[in-house]
């Protein structure tokens, strides 16, 4: 296994990448917020001018943790049983039993394989915060005891929060929990405190006289006694702390995007500056972003190239001059090749995300309609925003056809440029067709702009856009922070 490397987001399967780049005890804080609830969609970056999330997101981001025969839950499940944890083993086990094969013995299965591993990379000063759906949450409580065991659970914390909601069938739910366990008896922690509001607006002391009457307590040469005040107290496990408000500048359009403030109280508590912190289920980045705002080290994964995506944007954004490296995303042409034979759709949306196009196909056969990607642009005052169409051929045979087929799609969809975006160079009856599509001439740029524009991967590579007019991101940007500094008062 090679040397740990921190500030680094890797692109993959959380369970491979612990396995082949964390060594055992190199982590001293670990923050995860899995994804259970099969009726809702995770991780939507974007949404439709109607409001409705894009198609192509909601398949990128769905729960895939179910049990099918053969699958990744089984196997998980086939790999603890006949593994040297048998104490998680015979927990897991009896769940299962009691419980069936369905998605909550899936998603348990696939938990525990990564919780034993997590419990591996943890230092033995280290700690683990387990932020969980309420579906789920007891069950993985008890998982959490058999990996983490009972004497090293800590906190059951609870985050409240106040929000608007319509529910009227049951009571809404306020709040969120979090596990917090320790690898063992000597940890990190650093209380936090809050400030303290003294209810009793004497500053002395008070006393009883003989009567029996409140009077404020003096000392033998009778001064008043002053009180001594805190002016700070432990937090407790209850965090009143809120989420993030609809129009704040830290909402990044994110499902389930949890507030810096919260993820800034588990950093502060549980780790000191320098120290590594991973999140292994990274998202939109809440985890690395307050960890790199307070001098601690950092690393992230996620199974997506959206989110990996986001989450190098969200940095960038963030901090100047941040070095980050992204690990299992393509470098070269090689790499690309390999990406679309091993999953169309990831190589898809990588491809998208690095010409600042934003997703719409999904994976239903037909549901594109011709269109993989847009890319919004400013068309002047009186046009506003228009889109540039975009097409990804990652691999397939490409030809003429394609060229006359995104034609169609941009005259349907009354949009003025349409952009190839092929792994395969174009043959030369693609360059005359794009060519015999004329032009988009804009009158508030000047000037004229290729209707049809092919773009290769390898040309991407060296830094090649497309043409076109000034644009308008579909990613969220995230607010400057000042340069890290020393650790923030504890909050």
Known sequence: ???????VLYYGDNLNILREHIPDESIDLIYLDPPFNSKRSYNVLFRESSGAASEAQIEAFEDTWHWVPGGAAPQAYDEVVRGPHQKVARMLRAMVEGLGHNDVTAYLCMMAVRLVELHRVLKP??????????????????????????????????????????????????????FFYTKGSMYNFNMPLIPYTDPNPSQYQSAKDATGKTIIARDIEGRPIKRKVAKEIPVGDVWVLPIISPRSKERLRYATQKPLVLLERIINTSSNPGDVVLDPFC???????????LDRRWIGMDITYLAINLIERRMRDAFDDIAIEVIGEPKDLASAHDLAKRDKWQFQWWALAKIDAQPVAGKKKGADRGIDGVIPFF??????????????????HVGVAVIRDLVGVIDREKEPIGILLTLEKPTQPMITEAA???????????R???RIQILTIEEMFKGTRPELPWGKSPFAKAPKEP???KQLPLV
Request: net charge positive; with cysteine.
């Open 379 to 396: 068309a002047g005052p009186t046009e506003d925003y228009k889109r540039a169409i975009v097409s990804v051929k990652g691999g397939e």
């Open 436 to 446: 015999s599509a004329g032009f988009y001439e804009s009158e508030f740029w000047g």
């Open 1 to 7: 296994m090679s040397e740990l490397k921190t500030n």
């Open 483 to 485: 340069n890290p500094s």
């Open 283 to 293: 998202g939109c980045g809440t985890a690395v972003h307050a960890a790199h705002k």
């Open 125 to 178: 000063t280290g700690s683990i915060y387990l932020h969980c759906d309420p579906t789920a949450g007891h069950y993985l409580k008890i998982i959490m005891d058999s990996v983490f065991r009972p004497k090293n659970f800590r906190n059951e914390v609870v985050w409240s929060y106040k929000r608007w909601t319509r529910e009227r069938s049951y009571l809404p739910r306020f709040h969120d929990t979090l």
């Open 448 to 450: 004229k702009f290729p």
